[in-house]
């Protein structure tokens, strides 16, 4: 699609609205509808103006006009509204140069693929991420001064067998950690994922697969891989997909990366690969078949692995998950052979299939900054031929105590990830990806979160520290 085809089709296809859909630093899609009949070709190549004071961390108040620049190959058609709408997603630009905006994320990613054009590495990078979240009936929180509190529910939780319900308790459900994953009656979701799935797939995206996930109310849809912006894009209309039909059924999607205590938490596996010259640049004949560029990335991820944290797991919420010694994957090693590291090698037959998939992410991340993010940081390990050490193919966490202090982890918290990210962030600077501006309005945004999270009394503290 180009401009010109997009005001064909609106008139052919008589589409009364035209939504422009942009994503702001934290990784929300925002968006505005304007009438379709008022659309131009103009507006299409030039861009829309809008006020950019009103986004946080992005520019002040006397600095706010902007422009939302359409990619018309991005078109779909909204399943959700009542009037027949055509969405792009916009870049977003200075007006006086029409220079990409540095602090906008999928202006980030577009120079991500560029700068990998220029690297001579690869002409191509792909990503499929693999996001897990959740369904809820109920959803209940406070944060008052005087009141701290969060309630969920949903009827398929494990904690509900013994609940005396209106219509009755049926009793078919997933135990704690028991998802992973059983048919109906215990799996209740098939209906509602395969809607999702189904809407996706109408809207022009490409995917292949839904199931529940190992945690109680936790749900996975399978995404097959793309580029990087055109995944940045096909992610936000993923989220955007499950939380309308979750609420058409009644539910609530979340991808809090820990919503619940007790149970599995949310993550987002990220596989990446490259190409250059029509051919795999992972594929090789060293460990895993991989090929020395796929271990120099590997040894890149794992080198910054803490920096990226800031990024890829970039709530405070996030480090419930990361937790030594549970499932989820905070050693920074790599293997093909287990799950427990921060990177794993997955198997295929084909070379073409060959990618590294990197574990710590969580879907809480912006995914147009979270996949620049780790591209930047594989480079740098090519570009450095950054060793990852020896594969790690044992049970991580059946190591001794010995054994295991000798693998770094990742970060433990939020303030830790934007302090590792302080002091390693030049491998995000190449080639003007990500810049200094752009970072420091990032962890500003991220230090509020952080101070309103540490000032703020929790309930458990109340349990430990009332009556001392």
């Not at 103009?42 to 002040?60: V, Y």
């Not at 052979?337 to 992410?361: D, M």
């Not at 450095?384 to 105590?401: H, I, N, Q, R, V």
Request: charged share 25%; with cysteine.
């Amino acid at each position: 699609m180009n401009s010109s085809k997009i005001i064909e089709k609106l008139k052919i296809d008589e589409i009364e609205y035209v939504d422009l859909r942009f994503t702001d630093p934290r990784g929300k899609l925002q968006h505005v509808s304007i009438l379709g009949d008022t659309i131009d070709q103009e507006l299409l190549d030039d861009g829309w103006m809008f006020d950019g004071s009103s986004i946080a961390g992005w520019k002040s108040i006397d600095q706010s006009d902007m422009k939302l620049v359409p990619d018309c190959s991005s078109a779909y058609i909204d399943p959700f509204y009542a009037e027949k709408t055509l969405c792009l997603h916009c870049n977003v630009a200075e007006p006086d140069t029409g220079e990409l905006y540095d602090r906008d994320p999928r202006s980030t990613a577009v120079k991500a693929e560029s700068y990998l054009k220029s690297s001579g590495i690869g002409e191509t990078s792909f990503f499929g991420p693999e996001a897990e979240f959740f369904l809820f009936d109920d959803v209940r929180y406070s944060t008052n001064m005087n009141k701290v509190s969060f309630e969920v529910d949903a009827i398929d939780a494990s904690w509900n067998t013994g609940t005396d319900f209106e219509m009755g308790n049926m009793g078919h459900r997933p135990g704690v950690k028991g998802g992973y994953f059983p048919v109906n009656p215990v799996d209740s979701g098939q209906d509602i994922r395969s809607e999702m799935l189904s809407t996706m797939k109408r809207m022009g995206m490409k995917v292949d697969k839904h199931h529940h996930e190992v945690a109680s109310s936790q749900h996975e849809l399978g995404l097959i891989f793309d580029s990087l912006t055109k995944q940045g894009d096909e992610l936000q209309k993923y989220k955007y997909v499950i939380h309308n039909v979750a609420h058409a059924y009644g539910k609530s999607a979340t991808f809090m990366p820990k919503p619940i205590a007790g149970d599995n938490g949310t993550g987002m596996h990220v596989n990446i690969s490259i190409w250059q010259n029509g051919k795999p640049l992972f594929a090789g004949n060293r460990y895993a078949d991989l090929s020395d560029e796929a271990l120099y990335f590997i040894g890149g991820i794992l080198d910054h692995a803490k920096a990226l944290n800031a990024i890829t797991n970039p709530a405070t919420n996030s480090y419930k998950r990361l937790i030594p010694g549970f499932e989820a994957p905070v050693l920074r090693a790599y293997s093909a052979r287990n799950r427990s590291g921060c990177v794993r090698i997955p198997w295929t037959e084909s070379p073409n299939a060959k990618r590294v998939e990197a574990r710590f992410p969580d879907p809480s991340a912006n995914p147009y900054l979270a996949f620049s993010a780790l591209l930047m940081a594989g480079l740098d390990g090519i570009q450095k031929k950054t060793d990852p050490g020896e594969p790690s193919d044992k049970d991580l966490y059946d190591l001794p105590a010995e054994e295991l202090v000798s693998i770094p982890t990742v970060c433990g918290s939020l303030r830790e990830a934007l302090e590792s990210l302080q002091s390693d962030h030049d491998f995000l600077l190449s080639g003007d990806v990500f810049t200094k501006g752009q970072l420091e309005g990032y962890m500003d945004l991220k230090w509020e979160e952080i101070h309103e999270f540490e000032h703020t009394p929790h309930p458990v503290e109340y349990k430990l520290y009332y009556s001392c």
